[in-house]
T-cell receptor, first 116, second 112 residues
Framework: GAGVSQSPSNKVTEKGKDVELRCDPI?????LYWYRQSLGQGLEFLIY????????KSGLPSDRFSAERTGGSVSTLTIQRTQQEDSAVYLC??????????????FGPGTRLTVL | RKEVEQDPGPFNVPEGATVAFNCTYS??????FFWYRQDCRKEPKLLMS???SGNEDGRFTAQLNRASQYISLLIRDSKLSDSATYLC?????????????FGTGTQLKVEL
């Protein structure tokens, strides 16, 4: 079946511009996560959506970062006024349910963002 | 101190060798543990969960030591295809749900 998809796969932008990254989770998965992976770093948690609950935004690095999840499915991560340090691979993952310690997160291929 | 710490490697081993990775975590409230595998420029994929009693999946053995707050991954009879980065992952169950914290990964290179 279809896995998690993300678009675009690559994005090059100029410093100060806004960018929008998209994630299509696996159908039926109620939980959706955004992570960031910089060179030589582990995955950094950004934000988490679970059903209709208020999202856990505790990982967003600044107020330039925001995310939405419309209709409990597709999610967009928006970075305003991009900075060079925002350059990273942004990964989305979805999970069928939460609350179970062994729930598996399935990752999308990521969006490689380069800010010039 | 990082929440999850791993030796970045690389570990260069000959084909057929046995190799072990360790990972330490700082939050004693951590509830579940995983090893993910990430190939170069690819997304992470679950390799195996780590259970308190230790568990084995083919050539892979994972162990957890809650008292010392570390987990390990042992790979026996390593194959060229095992070359990848292995991410140690710790899950904390919060009021809002699961929160996974990833280590920076340990790079393994299996050579002829």
């Amino acid at each position: 079946g279809a896995g998690v998809s993300q678009s675009p796969s690559n994005k090059v932008t100029e410093k100060g511009k806004d960018v929008e990254l998209r994630c299509d989770p696996i159908s039926g998965h109620t939980a959706l996560y955004w992570y960031r992976q910089s060179l030589g770093q582990g995955l950094e948690f950004l934000i988490y959506f679970q059903g209709n609950s208020a999202p856990d935004k505790s990982g967003l690095p600044s107020d330039r970062f925001s995310a939405e999840r419309t209709g409990g499915s597709v999610s967009t991560l928006t970075i305003q006024r991009t900075q060079q340090e925002d350059s990273a691979v942004y990964l989305c993952a979805s999970c069928q349910r939460t609350g179970g310690n062994t729930d598996t997160q399935y990752f999308g291929p990521g969006t490689r963002l380069t800010v010039l | 101190r990082k929440e999850v710490e791993q030796d970045p490697g690389p570990f260069n081993v000959p084909e057929g060798a046995t190799v072990a990775f360790n990972c330490t975590y700082s939050n004693s409230a951590s509830q579940s543990f995983f090893w993910y595998r990430q190939d170069c420029r690819k997304e992470p994929k679950l390799l195996m969960s780590v259970y308190s009693s230790g568990n084995e999946d083919g050539r892979f053995t994972a162990q957890l030591n809650r008292a010392s707050q570390y987990i390990s991954l042992l790979i026996r009879d390593s194959k060229l295809s095992d070359s990848a980065t292995y991410l140690c992952v710790v899950n904390i169950l919060t009021g809002g749900g699961n929160k996974l914290t990833f280590g920076t990964g340990t790079q393994l290179k299996v050579e002829l």
